[in-house]
């Protein structure tokens, strides 16, 4: 059973540790995301930590959006808030694509209503000249804190979670959040030299971030590719997923078939989501633009032992129906996990990250909901 994960893993790592009251490897979620059939509907949400809980933000007073990433003990609290309170199916590590640049020792922060911003943009390749090295060490408070939050856990799974290249890099680029992002696709064809020593900067932080929170005792990891919906089909392919790819070499070892389940979620990606799932994903991330079935179709699922092209979905219920009526919520929530069983595979997940207004109870009966369904 547990031999069938990666001997690369430490013995004690959940997908392989012999200590039922610590495994993973039959959890719900671990066996949603293998395409077995668990014994109930595993679902977790997107930013199901944070703002929209009550205790999140009590415990959260006085202290920065990054600091409190990197306070050990504060991140795991915040990590196991939303599983003690609402019984979904997996804890997503309290943190920010952005936690990389902090740590080592890049100027940002992340202001409330704006989102990270950095005290000067890399826009000149001195200011990527200029970059600090990527070390394994700078990682220390993040496997802390996994550490701490994985021992809380016991049988159910930790998801880590990084930014992918392109998205981290356009921040860097803009200095701040952007609608159109137009400075890293500027650059990525008027200096690609600059461009491809950027990308690989940030695929090295991100493959490395990933890489501690997996050795530390992650489960699942998440690649988010927040802004690859602003590209072409062309551009993603050329200028950005190789660099996608480089960061996930970084963990190449600890996944694939039987190993640590990896999952790739973009926002707006519906045209490229056979090139996400190419760059090494085990799990595709459905926004909530395009139905689970006509996903499943654009990637050529069909029954067959290739695992590359079978791959599972996660998704994709529309957040702005957490305020609906419920019968509406409900509605909407059956008819995803309908389009899903498609698929090789469904987890449940929102079409992006949890609102910040969105009332608790609402969440923690949709979970109540989705457990009850039978497949």
Request: glycine share 8%.
């Amino acid at each position: 059973m547990n031999q069938e994960f990666s001997p690369v893993l430490p013995a004690n790592h959940p997908l392989r540790t012999e200590d039922s009251a610590q495994s993973t490897a039959q959890s719900a979620l671990i066996k949603g995301y293998r395409g077995e059939v668990p014994d109930r509907r595993p679902v977790w949400f997107m930013r199901q930590a944070g703002r929209s809980l009550p205790e999140y933000r009590k415990l959260r007073e006085g202290t920065t959006m990054l600091d409190s990433c990197l306070i050990p003990e504060m991140a795991s609290e915040i990590t196991l808030q939303p599983v003690r309170r609402h019984d979904v199916d997996a804890a997503i590590f309290f943190s920010d694509i952005v936690i990389p640049l902090k740590l080592a020792g890049v100027g940002v922060e992340i202001q409330p209503g704006v989102g990270p911003v950095l005290d000067a943009p890399i826009r000149t390749p001195q200011d990527i000249a200029n970059l600090p090295e990527i070390t394994d060490e700078m990682f220390e408070p993040i496997t802390e804190a996994v550490k701490l939050t994985v021992a809380e856990l016991g049988p159910r799974p930790l998801i880590g979670f990084a930014g992918a290249p392109y998205t981290v890099a356009a921040y860097m680029v803009e200095g701040r959040p952007s609608r159109d992002h137009l400075g890293p696709r500027t650059m990525m064809y008027n200096d690609p030299e600059s461009w491809d020593r950027l990308m690989s900067w940030t695929a090295e932080a991100s493959g490395r971030f990933l890489r501690a929170q997996i050795m530390a005792g992650a489960s699942a990891a998440q690649l988010f590719d927040s802004w690859a919906g602003s590209l072409s089909r062309t551009n993603y392919l050329d200028k950005v997923m190789p660099y996608s790819q480089q960061a996930l070499e970084h963990i190449e070892d600890l996944t694939g078939d039987n190993g640590v389940p990896l999952i790739h979620f973009g926002t707006g990606t519906g045209e490229i989501l056979d090139l996400m799932r190419d760059t090494g994903a085990t799990v595709v991330g459905v926004d909530y633009r395009l139905r689970l079935d006509e996903a499943n179709r654009r990637l050529g699922n069909t029954p067959g032992p290739d695992g590359r092209t079978n791959v599972v979905l996660q998704g994709n219920i529309d957040p702005a129906l957490l305020d609906a009526d419920w019968d509406v919520l409900e509605t909407h929530v059956r008819e995803v996990i309908a389009q899903g069983a498609k698929a090789p595979g469904h987890v449940l997940n929102l079409g992006h990250g949890v609102p910040p207004t969105t009332d608790p109870t609402v969440l923690t009966r949709l979970v109540e909901l989705i457990h009850s369904i039978d497949y």
